[in-house]
């Protein structure tokens, strides 16, 4: 049989903000345990959560940006639980009334269609303590800090039918929050988390499947080898006779498998109610305004305008915007070296497999956008030849200097001048009778065989063109 | 739609209210009635009536986005049964 995946997932973002959702406890990430955690994190009596402007800010341009109705009124509701990591025993989110309702994004499919994922809703929410359950004899250790800071829950619509969909978009969402400065999205510190929901049914068939939960899956190539898993498992499940259970599983990475998630707690029943410490929160069109006014070029936008203004691929276009800061660099590549197509190729080619290397982001880069300006000025001015450049490169990735100066200290200047090419040319045809009398009898093979004497004697720096024509004409029978 | 005690005892579960069967049947009588009420008030018309989420006519007031708690571990920490390393320690809450 024929089977259809239809996943759903929610995303936890943390949002950029200093101090807590609800407190003015500091929110620095790698404090040491607990000293982040004032009374209001820590649920002590009489205290009451205010809540935070910044947070409401960022959550009101997540919603422009994805083209989302912004509720007017939205309401803060408490959803009960008994854990040790969550001190009040309920966590303050939004239930009924989220401060962002439905939106949508568009993702790139590996057949190069775009398709529109809707998002049901973006909540503001409170996150929870850090349970750490090694080394303390038997207890488990509980770290407040991170109780309370604040997150935006991003729910999608059961709209992603494969894995590889799955990722695109949580990609996509990714690259949304920081591109809009919302949030640093760095998943090792937990900034930005998922959860899947995942069912399978036969094709063709309306209505959904039973679906499981994955939890806390905190890269993407987790989410993705996840889902692979846990289609299958659920396949298999159905196709042996059985039924799927609805039930929270986890991940195991170094497994590769998901495990039904044991709990103490039978059914999840959260008893939302309407959070009587905070009043309805109220967005007049001034706050909207002001929230929502200095959103930059969203990343769409700008792909599509780098393909027609540049003359790009989608798929280089696509690359060059995966972040705000790597788009800029392309820009002040372009206009400084005035030549787009060689900048994209060299973003793309070089300097990504260097970053990569090194483990660096482009902010990070030792080679500024003047710095690779300069040397590929080098390249359109016929300086330099293609590999030639990689050396220049390499030299100024090391810290040797500029362009200019890693040419002169290297004597690395391409060689174009007919007047010292061409005797060069003539000696080396007249050292090599034999080779020369079998390529004129056709033997073009040999033309290569020329080509690398002249490399050898300039060091590879003869302009690899001029070398070509030069000798097709001193060869000519 | 009457409670039923088995409902009472659930939801006890859930809240982590330790009430008898005695307790459990009393409970469910008097929760019964607050739902009758409240069904009763599902006659009548609110179509115009913007659902209530506070008592209070007022809209939440906003706090600038600036740190203003200092560490205070040492003064929480001393009404804490157990601590170490600066985290609290509580029973082992994951086989």
């Known amino acids: ?477 | 739609m009457p409670l039923a005690p088995s409902d009472v005892a659930k939801i006890a579960h859930l809240a982590r209210l330790a009430i008898d069967e005695d307790e459990a049947a009393r409970y469910a009588t008097d929760l019964s009635k607050i739902l009758d009420l409240v069904a009763r008030m599902e006659a009548v018309d609110t179509t115009e009536v913007l659902p209530m989420a506070h008592p209070l006519e007022m809209n939440q007031r906003l706090r600038e986005d600036e740190p203003s708690e200092p560490d205070g571990r040492a003064l929480f920490q001393g009404i804490a049964p157990l601590t170490e390393d600066g985290l609290y320690l509580v029973p082992k809450v994951i086989e």
């Open chain 1, 1 to 477: 049989m024929s089977w259809e995946t239809v996943i759903g997932l929610e995303i936890h973002t943390q949002l950029a903000t200093r101090s807590k959702i609800f407190s003015g406890a500091p929110t620095r990430f790698g404090a040491d345990p607990n000293t982040q955690a004032c009374a209001i994190d820590l649920g002590l009596p009489g205290v009451l959560p205010v809540l935070n402007r910044e947070a409401v800010r960022l959550a009101l341009r997540f919603g422009r940006a994805i083209d989302a109705e912004i509720a007017e009124r939205s309401v803060f509701a408490r959803k009960n639980y008994f854990y040790p990591d969550l001190p009040k025993g309920y966590q303050i989110s939004q239930y009924e009334r989220p401060i962002v309702g439905r939106g949508r994004v568009e993702i790139l499919l590996d057949d190069g269609a775009e398709k529109t994922i809707g998002v049901t809703r973006a909540h503001l929410e409170e996150d929870a303590g850090k349970s750490l359950h090694e080394d303390f004899h038997g207890l488990t250790g509980i770290d407040l800090n991170r109780a309370g800071t604040p997150l935006l829950e991003i729910v999608s619509e059961p709209d992603l039918r494969s894995p590889q969909e799955a990722v695109a978009y949580a990609r996509k969402i990714h690259q949304i929050v920081r591109w809009i400065g919302i949030s640093d999205g760095n998943m090792q510190e937990g900034s930005f988390r998922m959860d899947a929901n995942v069912s399978v049914r036969p094709r063709g068939e309306t209505r959904l499947g039973t679906r499981t939960e994955i939890k806390n899956i905190n890269s993407f190539r987790f989410l993705e080898r996840a889902l692979v898993f846990e289609i299958e498992r659920q396949i298999d499940v159905i196709e042996g006779g059985g039924r799927i259970v609805q039930e929270t599983r986890l991940y195991d990475a170094e497994r590769d498998e998901t495990r039904s998630m044991r709990t103490k707690e039978e059914a999840n029943d959260y008893r939302y109610f309407p959070d009587p410490d905070l009043l309805p929160l109220v967005i007049d069109g001034d706050f909207l305004a002001a929230a929502t006014a200095d959103l930059p070029e969203l990343p769409d936008v700008r792909r599509a305008r780098f393909e027609r203004d540049h003359g790009l691929s989608p798929y280089d276009a696509g690359l060059l915007t995966a972040s705000r800061e790597l788009a800029d660099y392309f820009e002040a590549v372009a206009a400084r070296c005035g030549d787009a197509k060689l900048a994209a190729n060299w973003i793309n080619g070089e300097l990504a497999a260097a970053l990569n290397k090194a483990g660096l982001t482009i902010e990070a880069s030792p080679l500024g956008s003047e710095g690779l300006a300069g040397l590929l000025a080098r390249i359109a001015d016929g300086t330099l030849s293609g590999k030639l450049a990689k050396q220049v490169f390499e030299a100024i990735w090391a810290g040797e200097g500029d362009a200019d100066a890693v040419i002169e200290a290297k004597g690395l200047r391409q060689i174009s001048d007919a007047g010292t090419i061409e005797p060069l040319i003539d000696a080396i045809i007249a050292a090599n009778p034999t080779q020369v009398e079998q390529y004129r009898a056709g033997k073009e093979k040999l033309f290569g065989f020329f080509v690398g004497q002249v490399m050898k004697e300039t060091q590879g720096k003869a302009n690899p063109q001029q070398v070509n024509e030069i000798l097709r004409r001193r060869l000519a029978p």
